[in-house]
């Protein structure tokens, strides 16, 4: 990371949560990680970007990134779509088997828009999501991993809280098997409509 610094790169850390939990111990935040990256990278401006802040102070950090005056941006996913940092030249996803595969791919869409060369580095701290995280490695094609991803994951609660996981409960089809199935179906309702 210093190195990238050095060379005149910015760097995004993203992190799966703002404020430490009781609740998920292991993982990492960016509000708690802002004073040690700070302190770590003397010399260097660090920012802290995140989806609780008012519009306006997200719209002020992203200016100062990409103005230079910020060098590490600590974030959450906020970053996900709609940012473009041409020097950004260095990502790193801390608990990265927090993300789905998908939204990884668009995480890693910020860095690489210059000339320069980018690098994403994804940090996990299970062994088992590692298999998860090479389908990513190997692909580019955003649909073929965002079905990897509910293939991998499955569907999650369409109509509750569940973020990831198989539907039991789902008696109709399972998505990530049947989903041309359902996609015919969607298409001869339309038809059945007009």
Do not use: W
């Not at 292991?26 to 770590?40: C, E, K, P, T, W």
């Not at 992203?62 to 060098?71: A, C, N, T, V």
Request: hydrophobic share 40%; net charge negative.
């Amino acid at each position: 990371m210093l190195d990238e610094l050095e060379d005149g790169g910015k760097v995004y850390l993203v992190y799966p949560i703002i404020e430490l939990s009781e609740q998920l111990p292991q993982l990492r935040a960016a509000s708690a990680d802002f004073g040690v990256i700070s302190h770590r990278f003397q010399g260097y401006n660090c920012g802290l970007l995140h989806g609780k802040m008012r519009s306006e102070e997200k719209e002020e950090t992203l200016r100062k990134f990409r103005s230079g005056e910020i060098h590490i941006l600590l974030a959450t996913q906020v970053i996900e779509i709609g940012v473009d940092v041409p020097d950004a030249s260095m990502m790193v996803v801390l608990n990265s088997e927090r993300f789905g595969i998908a939204q990884l791919h668009q995480l890693r869409g910020r860095v690489g828009r210059g000339t320069k060369q980018s690098k994403c580095i994804l940090v996990t701290s299970t062994v088992s999501s590692l298999n998860r995280l090479k389908v990513l490695e190997q692909s580019s094609d955003g649909f073929y991993l965002a079905n990897m991803d509910l293939l991998l994951r499955g569907p999650g609660d369409l109509l509750g809280k569940k973020q990831s996981g198989h539907l039991p409960e789902f008696p109709i089809a399972r998505l990530e098997v049947d989903g041309n199935i359902l996609q015919d179906a969607h298409v001869a309702a339309l038809v059945i409509v007009e």
